[in-house]
């Protein structure tokens, strides 16, 4: 049994026990089941393949707060058959969730947070069942609150961390600690001084050295009942096995702010030395889950990675509207051929036609620049959908995709139109904020 198959069962017990863990508070829930017919699911330029899927899922939001537990946890998940045989079945969607319980109220609790995805195998190339692989990121440890006056604490942390790839040999297992002296400067500002060190210790050892990651910055955060303002500054120095070491900048900044007062604007962004499976955490944290691949490439290497997020929600009188964008950049000192440059888009409207049925267009734009050859990966998806619900726990959802991948490698140019029927039972199906396509 391979470390994938032993860490990815961490993620079932919060899907069956999340529902149960929340009886008494709002939990978001839904079981989809569908059909999907592709006219190219080989994403090919020409002798186009036809196929037809049929899928079940779980859709899964909690947010929970009580006087021991808290708990965030979001999942998309779906199995997938094809019919026509091209692929081979499979699991797919994301988890991203995060428990903490408090063992001693204020003193002493327990984290566990569990991160699951698809990424491409190879990004050059385009998404399909061949090129991509489950990822899973395990962590748990404790956090001590050690009071040092009336205002001032010492927080110590301790994580275990596994990562498990499912194709590629990345596989790894990290032991962290943390110490932070934290200040309350008010009811609703911190001030810290952090220090982390990371002890990363690959599983094929004879492929990648083992790597000490050091971080020290200074953070400040102000939160209120709608808005929240952190910034991060420091410096990082990554120490490899019988190499020299790198370094570099710690700058992050997060803001949340009520636009009106239905509208909220989320503005993320940041330079650090980050791993993959930091990269992966912060995307699914920033965008959230979907059915689809992860923009993050599996790596060895602590790399350079640039990052910013824009989001802009609004909730109208008969719907909805969202737009979001993103940029990246990720330098590597050793695998540079996976420097790359990133950049997405996502447009969504919601319109409420009568009190039942609900319709949605919406829209996706992605782009890969490669650095080391100038190749780019292309990818524009456009989305019209129909929700009827049927009853308030039964609903029946219609979508047409129309899917366009262009690149400076004519491998990359295809066009494939996509159309779903399904059919949920829950409380959380709506027709989502983001487009999102499969093959």
Same mark, same amino acid.
């Given at each position: 049994? $391979?470390?994938? #198959?032993?860490?990815?069962?961490?993620?079932? =017990?919060?899907?069956?026990?999340? =529902?149960?863990?929340?009886?008494?508070?709002?939990?978001?829930?839904?079981?989809?089941?569908?059909?999907?017919?592709?006219? $190219?699911? @080989?994403?090919?330029?020409?002798?186009?393949?036809?196929?037809?899927?049929?899928?079940?899922?779980?859709?899964?939001?909690?947010?929970?707060?009580? =006087?021991?537990?808290?708990?965030?946890?979001?999942?998309?998940?779906?199995?997938?058959?094809?019919?026509?045989?091209?692929?081979?079945?499979?699991?797919?969607?994301?988890?991203?969730?995060?428990?903490?319980? +408090?063992?001693? =109220? /204020?003193? *002493?609790?327990?984290?566990?947070?569990?991160?699951?995805?698809?990424?491409?195998?190879?990004?050059?190339?385009?998404?399909?069942?061949?090129?991509?692989?489950?990822?899973?990121?395990?962590?748990?440890?404790?956090?001590?609150?050690?009071?040092?006056?009336?205002?001032?604490?010492?927080?110590?942390?301790?994580?275990?961390?596994?990562?498990?790839? /499912?194709?590629?040999?990345?596989?790894?297992?990290?032991?962290?600690?943390?110490?932070?002296?934290?200040?309350?400067?008010?009811?609703?500002?911190?001030?810290?001084?952090?220090?982390?060190?990371?002890?990363?210790?690959? %599983?094929?050892?004879?492929?990648?050295?083992?790597?000490?990651?050091?971080?020290?910055?200074?953070?400040?955060?102000?939160?209120?009942? &709608?808005?929240?303002?952190?910034?991060?500054?420091?410096?990082?120095?990554?120490?490899?096995?019988?190499?020299?070491?790198?370094?570099?900048?710690?700058?992050?900044?997060?803001?949340?702010?009520?636009?009106?007062?239905?509208?909220?604007?989320?503005? /993320? #962004?940041?330079?650090?030395?980050?791993?993959?499976?930091?990269?992966?955490?912060? %995307? +699914?944290?920033? @965008?959230?889950?979907?059915?689809?691949?992860?923009?993050?490439? !599996?790596?060895?290497?602590?790399?350079?990675?640039?990052?910013?997020?824009?989001?802009?929600?609004?909730?109208?009188?008969?719907?909805?509207?969202?737009?979001?964008?993103?940029?990246?950049?990720?330098?590597?000192?050793?695998?540079?051929?996976?420097?790359?440059?990133?950049?997405?888009?996502?447009?969504?409207?919601?319109?409420?036609?009568?009190?039942?049925?609900?319709?949605?267009?919406?829209?996706?734009?992605?782009?890969?620049?490669?650095?080391?050859?100038?190749?780019?990966?292309?990818?524009?998806?456009?989305?019209?959908?129909?929700?009827?619900?049927?009853?308030?726990?039964?609903?029946?959802? *219609? &979508?047409?995709?129309?899917?366009?991948?262009?690149?400076?490698?004519?491998?990359?140019?295809?066009?494939?139109?996509?159309?779903?029927?399904?059919?949920?039972?829950?409380? !959380?199906?709506?027709?989502?904020?983001? @487009?999102?396509?499969?093959?």
């Amino acid at each position: 049994m $391979n470390r994938l #198959a032993r860490a990815t069962p961490w993620a079932l =017990p919060w899907i069956l026990a999340a =529902p149960l863990a929340s009886a008494d508070e709002t939990a978001n829930w839904a079981l989809v089941t569908g059909v999907e017919r592709s006219d $190219n699911i @080989t994403r090919v330029t020409t002798d186009e393949t036809s196929e037809t899927t049929a899928l079940v899922g779980l859709v899964l939001g909690i947010d929970t707060v009580r =006087p021991r537990l808290v708990a965030d946890i979001s999942a998309d998940l779906q199995y997938r058959e094809y019919l026509n045989h091209t692929y081979e079945n499979e699991l797919l969607g994301g988890l991203d969730g995060t428990v903490t319980y +408090q063992l001693v =109220p /204020e003193r *002493l609790a327990w984290v566990i947070e569990d991160n699951f995805a698809q990424i491409a195998v190879d990004g050059r190339l385009v998404d399909t069942p061949d090129n991509r692989q489950n990822v899973n990121y395990f962590t748990t440890g404790p956090d001590i609150t050690l009071p040092l006056g009336a205002r001032t604490a010492l927080q110590v942390l301790g994580r275990y961390s596994d990562v498990s790839y /499912e194709e590629t040999p990345e596989d790894n297992e990290v032991m962290e600690g943390s110490l932070a002296l934290v200040r309350q400067v008010s009811t609703a500002t911190t001030v810290s001084l952090v220090g982390t060190r990371e002890e990363i210790r690959y %599983d094929r050892n004879a492929l990648y050295a083992d790597k000490d990651l050091t971080r020290a910055f200074l953070r400040l955060v102000t939160e209120s009942r &709608r808005a929240s303002f952190s910034v991060d500054l420091g410096y990082s120095v990554v120490d490899v096995a019988q190499q020299d070491s790198e370094d570099g900048p710690i700058a992050s900044l997060n803001i949340t702010l009520p636009v009106a007062a239905r509208s909220r604007l989320t503005i /993320e #962004a940041g330079t650090e030395l980050a791993t993959t499976e930091d990269v992966l955490r912060r %995307d +699914q944290d920033a @965008t959230g889950v979907d059915i689809g691949i992860e923009d993050v490439l !599996a790596s060895a290497d602590v790399f350079q990675s640039d990052y910013a997020y824009l989001s802009w929600d609004t909730e109208l009188p008969r719907g909805s509207f969202g737009v979001a964008v993103n940029a990246g950049r990720e330098t590597h000192d050793v695998e540079v051929s996976r420097d790359r440059e990133i950049y997405g888009a996502n447009i969504g409207i919601t319109r409420s036609l009568s009190p039942r049925v609900e319709a949605r267009i919406a829209g996706r734009y992605e782009m890969d620049r490669f650095l080391s050859n100038d190749q780019e990966v292309d990818e524009l998806t456009a989305s019209i959908g129909l929700l009827w619900r049927v009853s308030r726990e039964f609903s029946i959802s *219609l &979508r047409y995709d129309h899917i366009r991948g262009t690149g400076n490698d004519d491998s990359n140019d295809y066009v494939e139109n996509v159309a779903y029927v399904g059919f949920s039972v829950g409380r !959380a199906l709506a027709l989502g904020s983001k @487009t999102s396509s499969v093959r």
